[in-house]
């Protein structure tokens, strides 16, 4: 059975930086795709990232671009989101996702499998 389990997150300044994590475990992923969302309160959940497992190749909300980057460590059965430059938010949680089919898209409809989220606060 997959099993997602996101880790690091917490509250920073803005204008700081964060790395979460994501551990996949129960299967190997080559033909997944896997992606990060987040979801604010009272929000609905938005796509953020997403990479190939196989291949790595990954892309990004235009929102986000420049400031996150997504990434995996095949080795690891690993996924990380690099946060930098921070913006004031309240507390959002970031939901690691995985999608069988490999098609990473940015509906998250498309995603099969979900971790518990993490919860990043960026203060002023």
């Known amino acids: 059975q997959v099993q997602l389990v996101e880790s690091g997150g917490g509250l920073v300044q803005a204008g700081g930086s964060l790395r979460l994590s994501c551990a996949a475990s129960g299967r190997t992923f080559d033909s997944y795709g896997m992606a990060w969302f987040r979801q604010a309160p009272g929000k609905e959940r938005e796509f953020v990232a997403a990479i190939r497992w196989s291949d790595s190749s990954r892309y990004a909300a235009d929102s986000v671009k420049g400031r996150l980057t997504i990434s995996r460590d095949y080795a690891k059965n690993k996924m990380y989101l690099e946060m930098n430059s921070l913006k004031p938010k309240r507390t959002t949680i970031y939901y690691c996702?995985?999608?069988?089919?490999?098609?990473?898209?940015?509906?998250?409809?498309?995603?099969?499998?979900w971790g518990r989220g993490t919860r990043v606060t960026v203060s002023t």
């Open positions: 996702a995985a999608d069988r089919d490999g098609c990473s898209g940015r509906r998250y409809t498309e995603y099969e499998y």
